[in-house]
């Protein structure tokens, strides 16, 4: 596996100092740069497309969760933090980890065994996509109202237009992403998603059935128990993409 690029968003610098100190016993993780706040961890992450992110969720103006909402991609997250009540939170984001400050050796070790043996299946997905695109492992971040996600792409079932938004379907989660799905189609793995007609596009691993409708078009059955049906211009398609 190749080094793993890290950056660090921590508003304290004792913090900051901190987490470099505990990174100079791992040589397979590279620092390749800080930031003191959301703005700038913004662009620097946009700017180095880190493998991993230390990210503080308790920070002035914005906070960190406010920082992975800004991002199209979402890197390897684990969260930092002083207080017990943002370490529980961050477990509904599904951030990889969370280091409870001060951090021991042992338990930044263990967070970084984490961030290996992900980022061990990340490279092997990454293969298989190319062009720019996410690949499955790849995470989005989503907020809706109160609620936060990390969300891999692998494991979302279908998008659909909602106004000028895009509602998410996710084990049972629905909410809606402020993108446009052609926003988030040019973005997609080609191999498993399909623009099933103008409003939704479809995760094909996630199709029960597949039922012959009116005028040559399809009707796909999900999994979650939605009902897709794919256009007479699109049933074309989708029949030489599946062999159907």
């Known amino acids: 596996m190749s080094s793993i690029r890290a950056v660090i968003v921590e508003d304290s610098r004792l913090a900051r100092n901190e987490l470099k100190a505990l990174l100079k016993a791992h040589s397979d993780v590279e620092l390749v740069g800080e930031a003191e706040n959301v703005d700038d961890g913004l662009a620097l992450i946009q700017k180095e497309a880190p493998d991993l992110l230390f990210l503080d969720i308790n920070m002035p103006e914005k906070d960190g969760f406010e920082l992975l909402e800004m991002l199209d991609e979402v890197p390897i997250t684990v969260f930092t933090t002083a207080f017990d009540e943002y370490a529980i939170k961050s477990f509904e984001y599904n951030a990889l980890d969370y280091l409870l400050k001060p951090i021991s050796d042992d338990r930044f070790a263990k967070a970084l065994d984490k961030v290996r043996s992900q980022m061990a299946g990340e490279e092997q997905s990454s293969d298989e996509s190319g062009g720019g695109r996410l690949s499955n492992q790849s995470q989005i971040f989503i907020k809706d109202g109160e609620a936060c996600w990390l969300v891999r792409i692998e494991e979302i079932q279908l998008f659909e237009i909602v106004g000028n938004y895009t509602r998410v379907h996710f ?55 939605e009902e897709v049906e794919v256009s007479r211009r699109q049933s074309a398609q989708f029949k030489d993409k599946m062999s159907f």
């Open 171 to 225: 084990k049972e989660h629905s909410p809606l992403l402020y993108k446009s799905l052609q926003q988030i189609e040019d973005k997609l793995p080609e191999a498993q998603f399909f623009r099933a007609n103008r409003q939704q596009i479809v995760n094909t691993e996630f199709i029960a059935g597949i039922t012959p409708w009116f005028n040559g078009k399809l009707k796909l059955e999900m999994k979650n128990g």
